[in-house]
């Protein structure tokens, strides 16, 4: 018996990269695997070449820890629609969507 995905239609699923896009993208398709979510973003300062499914939001280089935790306290907010937001990195992810 196969269980069915999660359903988290009211969380949006974010990854903050500015390096590696491939990475990200690896990192959201394992999730958008484990759950079905509102909307999934890339946040970047650059466009990539990635599915529709991923709405790219470009944002201003983020060059320091300090800088990314500045961007994750006072920007986050204003870049996703959901009720609740995921925020994903390349190497963290939904591993056990089933649990």
């Given at each position: 018996m196969s269980?069915?995905?999660p359903d988290l239609r009211n969380v949006s699923l974010v990854c903050v990269k500015t390096r590696y896009p491939e990475l990200a993208r690896f990192a959201i398709e394992r999730c958008r695997a484990?759950?079905?979510f509102k909307e999934c973003?890339?946040?970047s300062p650059h466009t990539h070449?990635?599915?529709d499914y991923i709405r790219q939001v470009r944002i201003a280089p983020i060059d320091s820890v300090a800088a990314y935790s500045a961007f994750m306290v006072r920007e986050l907010g204003?870049?996703?629609s959901g009720e609740h937001v995921l925020v994903i990195?390349?190497?963290s992810f939904i591993l056990?969507?089933?649990l």
């Open positions: 269980k069915q995905k484990a759950a079905s973003l890339l946040l070449a990635l599915p204003h870049h996703f990195q390349w190497d056990r969507g089933d």
